[in-house]
Every structure is written in structure tokens, then in C-alpha cells.
């Protein structure tokens, strides 16, 4: 026990030095006005944002490391690796990185917290229960966060598909092969999703290099992890396997994706109301009733108050 808070302590004082060293001017007020007037203002900016890019490299080092020894003690993160990669953090630091910001978290908040809560004069044990609960923040905030960006981009990913799919069945009707159609709606598709285009360059990349079609769609459902692509890539395997019109199942499959896109507003529109009782009852009603009530009451104890 004694081990770890030492530990903790030290990580947190040395992320508290990067911090502060962030955010303490390289130069004086007076030097950067006497250096404007020189006309070197340029220099002065490209030299202010090259001292914030080393000093972010340092902290990104240090927590690459912590990441690293984290890493090494357990050889199974492959649902932590996914989450990662369907956020669309796919370096090969991404993973230590995430480590080291959730355990540099969970030690700096924790610290902090233990810190306040001995501040706070309380005592007994009130800074332990702080220190609890700002390492349980330091833990569970980057999840949400990462959890949170996964939603947002399967979101939009959803939202984008049944427009590729409709170019994707105006291209092989054309007379284009599924690989080619695949290249070109990956081009055209970039006016309405960046991400959409992302993921369909990188099957199309992966089919140049030599993974089966098949495999690479699959691929493909495991990098977004949507409910819609695993269906439209189950249903191109299986027309592939039993030999019929892929233009026509594509087709058909289009129409469906769009009634379920229609089918998905329709709930939005009819979740709208129930989602509006709660700021019409707890932040309109009452203004409401202060604006018409607020002159009768008044004279009411006026009156109340003369007799």
C-alpha cells in the first residue's frame, strides 16, 4: 500500500511539473513587445509553438512509458485494442498512450483529491474517501470519453451508409465489378462522410493487397462494429456463394436500408415530446408561472397586509 502511494505521488508531482512548465510563458511580456517592434513577431510565435510541441512530446513520452509497463503485465487487451480501433485510434502508440492516460489519471486525481479533501480541514477519513473518489474519476472518465466517440462515429457511419449503398447499386448496375464499384463510391461517397470514405479506402486497400473479398468486408464490421454494414456484408457473402444477381440483392437491400433509415427518424420525432416534459416541467413551467402569478400574489399579501 505504502508502494503504490508513493508511486501515485510521484506520477502525479511529475505530471503537475509538465503542466505547470505548459502553461508558464517562455519569454516576458517585455521581450515579446520589444520583439514585435523589431518586426521578429513571426519568429517569436513559430518559437512559442515550437517550445508547446516539445514540452507536449515529453508528456506524451511519459505517458507512452506508463502505458508501456502497464502493457507488459497483461497480455490480453484486445476489447480495450477494438474500442480503440473502432474510434479510429489506430496508431500503434495508441493503446500505451490510452493506458497512461487512464492510470496518470487515475494517480493524479487521486492525489488531488486526497489533497483537497485534507484541505478541507474534515479529517478523519473524508481525504481518503476523496482520494477514492478522484481516482475512480481518473479511471472511469477515459472510457466514457473513448466509448462516447465511438458512438458518435458509428452514429455517422450510419447515417452515411444507406447513401453508399445507393451509389454502390447505381455503380454495379452500371456494369462495374463489386471491387470496382467499391473504389468508386469510396471517392464520391467523401461529400457526405469522411469516415465512410476511410473505412471503404481501407477495405479497398486491404483487396489490392491480396485479403479475400469476403474477409475484407469482414474486416470492415469489425472496425465499425455496426448492426448495418454486418447485414450488407452478410448478405454480399451469401449472394456470392449461391450465384445470384448481386446488382438485384443490393437493390433490394437498398430499399430496406432506407425504410429503416425513415423507420429511425419517425422514432426520433415521436421521442421528441416525451423528451421535452422534463425542461417544460422543470425550467418553462416555473418561469411561466413566476411571470403570471408573481403580480397577483404580491397584491394578494399587499391586501392581506393593510387589513
Sequence with gaps: MTLLIAVCTAVSAGLLVVLVLEMIPARSRAVKVKMTEMGLHDLFEA???????????????????????????????????????????????????????????????GVYGFLLGAAAGV?????????????????????????????RRQKELQKALPDAVDLLVICVEAGLGLNQAMVRVAEEVRHVSRLMTEELALSNAA???????DQALMDLFERTGLSDIRSLVTMVIQTER??????????????????????????????TTIKMVFPLAFCIFPALFVVVLGPAVISVLQTFSQM
Aim: hydrophobic content about 40%; some cysteine; aromatic content about 6%.
Design 47 to 109: 518559437d512559442e509553438v515550437a517550445r508547446r510541441a516539445r514540452q507536449r512530446s515529453k508528456l506524451k513520452d511519459l505517458l507512452h512509458h506508463i502505458g508501456e509497463q502497464v502493457e507488459g503485465r497483461r497480455a490480453d487487451w484486445g476489447k480495450t485494442r477494438l474500442q480503440l480501433i473502432r474510434a479510429g485510434y489506430r496508431s500503434p502508440t495508441a493503446m500505451p498512450l490510452y493506458l497512461g492516460i487512464r492510470f496518470g489519471g487515475m494517480a493524479l486525481l
Design 123 to 151: 479529517g478523519g477519513l473524508f481525504p481518503i474517501i476523496c482520494a477514492a473518489f478522484g481516482a475512480g474519476a481518473g479511471w472511469l472518465l477515459p472510457p466514457l470519453i473513448l466509448n462516447g466517440r465511438v458512438r
Design 207 to 213: 483487396i489490392r493487397a491480396g485479403t479475400p473479398r
Design 242 to 271: 449461391f450465384g445470384t444477381s448481386i446488382a438485384r440483392s443490393l437493390r433490394i437491400h437498398s430499399e430496406t436500408m432506407r425504410t429503416k433509415r425513415r423507420q429511425r427518424a419517425e422514432e426520433a420525432a415521436a421521442k
